[in-house]
């Protein structure tokens, strides 16, 4: 027989968990499942710098594990596992789990996050945390007066770009044609920081390093030409993947993927339905704007409740 929920939160990085405080302390009683990925993308960097309150910055499993924990300490019921399908199409919503149980939602918490895009090498996912990172708001900090290497050539790379070149000695960025995709505003911004050096036409062949992390990487430029680079940390700003697809039959997307919500709100084009993190935020994608919005959506959650007699 299905089980009956007043919430159910897809997915567990900020945004889930935060709305896992609200709303368990607003006695909504949800119930998290946490996906592939417990903690959500955040647990794949080391040390949160910025996230308010920890001034010495703070261990990133560290910090979730805290925001669980605090989600538990007022009653959500957080699972393992994922929910393999739900239907949205009349309330309440039927959602299963991997395990084959029902759940019958009155509302529910999109909180699925997004995940970076890698180019797929052996030796990128070996360095991971060890010089490769998806994110330069993150980790490139570490990088201060070093130089490293951001590939792609659209408006997160040149973002990350322009945000390292601040930080670090020199930025090259690997663009694999001879032009860059980002907006014209962007461009120039990157033409006109001298320490960026683009490198057109260029595709990465390899991850160069040793046991203390990434030292360069092997480039391949269209001619054939097969050169290294000397860097200290590699940044992907290939772009981003929202996980939306298990919603996205019945909840309106952007022409990326990323959940359309209504204005500041998290509401959904679904009654009932509403989205938090970076699955509808294709620009800030922050730990603090993804526990921000899942605020939001249970504040806005337990006002559709109220108003449903639910
Ligand atoms: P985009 O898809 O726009 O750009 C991806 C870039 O990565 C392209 O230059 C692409 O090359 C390159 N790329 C993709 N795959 C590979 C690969 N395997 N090897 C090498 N290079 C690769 O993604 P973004 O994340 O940059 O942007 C997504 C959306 O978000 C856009 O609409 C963008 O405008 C928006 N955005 C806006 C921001 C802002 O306004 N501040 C900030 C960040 C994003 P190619 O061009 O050859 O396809």
Redesign the pocket.
């Known amino acids: 027989m299905a089980e009956n929920v007043r919430t159910l939160i897809i997915g567990s990085g900020p945004a889930g968990y935060t709305a896992a405080i609200y709303s368990s302390r607003a006695s909504l009683s949800p119930v998290v499942y946490e996906g592939m990925e417990p903690g959500g993308q955040l647990t794949t960097t080391t040390i949160v710098e910025n996230y308010p309150g920890f001034s010495e910055g703070v261990d990133a499993n560290m910090l979730m594990d805290a925001m669980k924990k605090q989600a538990m300490r007022f009653g959500a019921d957080i699972r393992r596992g994922r929910i393999k399908s739900i239907d949205l199409s009349s309330r309440p919503f039927l959602a299963v789990d991997d395990k084959g149980n029902e759940i019958l939602a009155s509302s529910v918490i999109v909180a699925t996050g997004a995940i970076a ?1 890698y ?2 090498l052996p030796s990128e996912q070996k360095f991971r945390g060890l010089g490769v990172s998806a994110c330069a708001t993150c980790d490139g900090f570490f990088y201060r007066k070093k130089t490293v290497a951001v ?9 990350e770009a322009t945000y390292l070149a601040n930080l670090c000695s020199k930025v090259y960025m ?4 001879d ?5 014209k505003a ?1 461009q120039e911004r990157v033409m006109n920081t001298p320490n960026i050096e683009i490198l057109w036409g260029c ?2 062949q390899e991850i160069l390093g040793d046991m203390n992390g990434v030292t360069g990487a092997r480039l391949v430029a269209n001619d054939g030409k097969v050169f290294d680079i000397m860097i200290d940390g590699f940044f992907l ?4 993947h929202p996980n939306s697809d298990l919603v996205k039959e019945w909840v309106n997307t952007d ?2 993927g990323y959940i359309i919500t209504d204005g500041t709100s998290s509401k959904t084009n679904v009654e009932g339905v509403f989205a938090a993190g970076d699955v509808q935020d ?2 800030y994608r922050q730990a603090i704007t993804a526990a921000a919005s899942g605020c939001r959506a249970a504040l806005d959650v337990e006002k559709f409740l109220l108003e449903n007699n639910e």
């Open positions: 895009k180019l797929g590939v792609g050539g659209g408006d997160t790379a040149c973002e690997i663009v694999r044609r032009v860059l995709r980002a907006s962007m595709n990465t700003g290939i772009g981003h022409e990326n294709p620009h």
